[in-house]
């Protein structure tokens, strides 16, 4: 008989805010990282039982699949309009959407900026990885000026396609937002500040201190044309100066916050 016992010893286990199915992203994405740091937020702060989440057009398309707690699916780009409705009728409730590139900083650009700007008391994860992931490879706002995509062949020439978005800059100007920050999923110390940031942002919402965003700079080898080891280097070598690291607006009141 095959023993269910939980060994003594074990320091890694899945959360219970993740469900038991296998998911459907490419060998080296990020995407699994991102939502095992937010499963395990939920599961540390007892969260999981009133929280909402909102999945995106895009890879995470079927997130819903994914997390173990309540999910709508909006339609693309639309998640920060459809969170905002769920948060102000049920304003006990953790709200949060989780976002690509193509979703949040293209045709979710005017629900992004507008949420943001009413200071709109939901979550927002942003995972930046530069190219549109889903659909074949093209040109995101966030693909950096060089970086060839089967849209942009000869790498993205900034004098036609102009120059890449850099979200938590532009979000981190809103009054209305109270905690936005930059992170990255390419090795062991970043995830780790991912996490915490993560739990932050969830702090600024369930102490109703306004908007947040988490931008999570991620991988897509497949679509990158290279293999997993190999991206999360070039993430470090490219993305980063492109996108520096670090918290782009913290309201004062987090700062008396203990957890």
Known sequence: MISLAVPENLVYSRPESLTSV???????CTHGVAHRLIAEVLDEMNVRDHTIGVAPVGCSVFAYNYFNCDFVEAAHGRAPAMATGIKRVLPDRVVFT???????ASI???EIMHAAARGENITVIFINNAIYGMTGGQMAPTSLPGQKTTSSPNGRDV????????MAEILANMDGA???VRRSLHD??????AKKAIRMAFETQ?????????????????????????SLTWLEDHMIPAYPLGDYKVSEHLAAIKF
Request: charged residues 15%; contains cysteine; proline residues 8%.
């Open 98 to 104: 989780y976002q690509g590139d193509g979703d949040l």
């Open 159 to 166: 004098e036609t396609a102009g120059y890449p978005i850099r």
């Open 178 to 180: 109270g905690y936005i």
């Open 22 to 28: 296998h998911n459907h992203y490419c060998p080296g």
């Open 108 to 110: 979710g650009m005017a």
């Open 206 to 230: 369930m102490h109703g201190l306004g908007f947040s965003m988490v931008e999570l700079l991620s991988t897509c080898p497949t679509n990158w044309g290279i293999t997993p080891i190999e």
């Open 188 to 193: 062991p110390k970043n995830i780790r500040m």
